[in-house]
């Protein structure tokens, strides 16, 4: 039952709704002013049909309490994102809490709006938000900050505190959309041949990392008992990560997709044996003082290497060989591109990858699958080229090839 409670020219009402784990009351509060003109009757008759309709709306989940969504958004963190989230996302959601703050934290749940919403993301599209470049945000950040908010309102519905999430209602704008850089055939032969002159631990994960198109992360958490040298099959199974909370830390992988086996030629192979005999000499120098991690790609004591240091090895090597440096993420879009363009079907490509779904390999890579799709339609057309010797059309100066059509329809 709600309970009335007269406060001056107003009244509260309070309705219990139920308790917490910690035996804590749970109450919702609204405050009703009648009209002036109103009767002692009418005020008093109006005041139990609020009352009862205040009840109902508590009971069907569409009343929260007056929490603003900073204060929400803070015990999610503490009772959902701690709980459940990987390090390494907890901490990219943490970052992305300034912005979101300063523009709707103050704003209480039942009371945010898609209109809010709507302009704080246009915001994030005008110049100068970005501090570094001095340019608006990335459509695919926009969507990061959209995405937290969404979850933050979502885990209000699913505890019972809001019936509907404004965030469904938000459009992104547009953007521009960075364009993704891969080395050529040309270019990555030449980066082959820089590599020989490289100590035999950036050899050996340059080598490794294009071959087998794994993330960063892979990359630094395999282990030597995870490679079979005889067939080449490596097993990836964990990453290796960092956060200032807590330094470089062992984790599980992306998804339960991303656990998976990749292949790689023999000659990969060869350059690994060559780092580990290397790495093996260097754990006999330093005795004691070697940390026995097994990991293939480690400091100087053999304890896991931090997520920055090939970033920060490939950059210098770059710059001093006057090469273009596109970041380490670019191996793994080469190899994508490089299986793509061999024919691979998107569904491989997605396991070899560890994308948890194919819609993900295709939604990244759509540009690359559509121009694998030229190139059959092409080569359809060229096997069938005797047709054309007598077909009038083929000799229209205005005739366009099949390539060109195909890439203006889509």
């Given at each position: 039952m709600a309970s009335i409670e007269k406060r001056g020219d107003s009244y509260r009402i309070k309705v219990s709704c139920g308790y917490k784990a910690n035996g804590q009351q749970v109450t919702q509060k609204m405050t009703w002013t009648p009209d002036p003109k109103m009767t002692e009757k009418q005020i008093e008759k109006e005041l139990q049909r609020q009352a009862i309709l205040f009840e109902e709306e508590c009971k069907h989940g569409q009343?929260?309490?007056?929490?603003?969504?900073?204060?929400?958004?803070?015990?999610?963190?503490?009772?959902?994102?701690?709980?459940?989230?990987?390090?390494?996302?907890?901490?990219?959601?943490?970052?992305?809490?300034?912005?979101?703050?300063?523009?709707?934290g103050h704003i209480r749940l039942d009371k945010l709006t898609t209109r809010e919403i709507q302009k704080f993301i246009n915001s994030l599209a005008k110049d100068g938000v970005n501090e570094h470049t001095g340019k608006p945000l990335s459509r695919k950040t926009m969507i990061h900050y959209l995405s937290f908010i969404s979850t933050i309102i979502d885990y209000a519905i699913k505890m019972d505190m809001l019936s509907d999430n404004p965030c469904r209602r938000v459009t992104i704008p547009k953007g521009s959309k960075k364009e993704r850089k891969i080395l050529t055939i040309e270019e990555t032969e030449e980066f082959?041949?820089?590599?020989?002159?490289?100590?035999?631990?950036?050899?050996?994960?340059?080598?490794?990392?294009?071959?087998?198109?794994?993330?960063?992360?892979?990359?630094?958490?395999?282990?030597?008992?995870?490679?079979?040298?005889?067939?080449?099959?490596?097993?990836?199974?964990?990453?290796?990560?960092?956060?200032k909370t807590n330094g470089i830390y062992t984790d599980t992988t992306k998804t339960e997709s991303s656990v998976r086996f990749v292949k790689v030629p023999m000659e990969v192979i060869d350059v690994l044996l060559l780092y580990k005999e290397e790495q093996d000499e260097e754990r006999i120098k330093l005795g004691s003082k070697w940390h026995d991690t097994d990991r293939l790609f480690v400091k100087?004591?053999?304890?896991?290497?931090?997520?920055?240091?090939?970033?920060?090895?490939?950059?210098?090597?770059?710059?001093?060989?006057?090469?273009?440096?596109?970041?380490?993420?670019?191996?793994?879009?080469?190899?994508?591109?490089?299986?793509?363009?061999?024919?691979?079907?998107?569904t491989t490509v997605s396991g070899i990858l560890g994308h948890s779904q194919v819609s993900t390999t295709l939604n990244l890579y759509s540009h690359m699958f559509r121009e694998n799709q030229i190139k059959a339609c092409d080569a359809v057309a060229n096997a069938l080229s005797f047709t054309a010797k007598d077909n009038p059309e083929t000799k229209n100066?205005?005739?366009?090839?099949?390539?060109?059509?195909?890439?203006?329809?889509?």
């Open positions: 009343i929260v309490s007056a929490i603003k969504f900073e204060a929400f958004a803070e015990e999610w963190f503490e009772d959902y994102g701690k709980l459940n989230l990987k390090s390494t996302t907890y901490t990219r959601q943490r970052q992305l809490t300034k912005r979101v703050y300063a523009a709707i082959f041949n820089l590599l020989k002159t490289a100590p035999l631990k950036y050899r050996a994960f340059f080598t490794l990392d294009i071959y087998s198109g794994m993330r960063r992360g892979e990359m630094l958490g395999l282990e030597w008992k995870d490679i079979d040298f005889q067939t080449g099959v490596i097993h990836i199974q964990r990453t290796s990560n960092y956060t100087y004591d053999g304890q896991p290497m931090n997520p920055q240091t090939p970033y920060g090895w490939l950059k210098e090597f770059c710059e001093r060989n006057d090469f273009p440096f596109y970041g380490i993420h670019q191996f793994r879009h080469l190899h994508t591109s490089l299986l793509i363009g061999a024919g691979i079907d998107p100066p205005h005739h366009t090839n099949d390539t060109e059509s195909y890439k203006k329809i889509g």
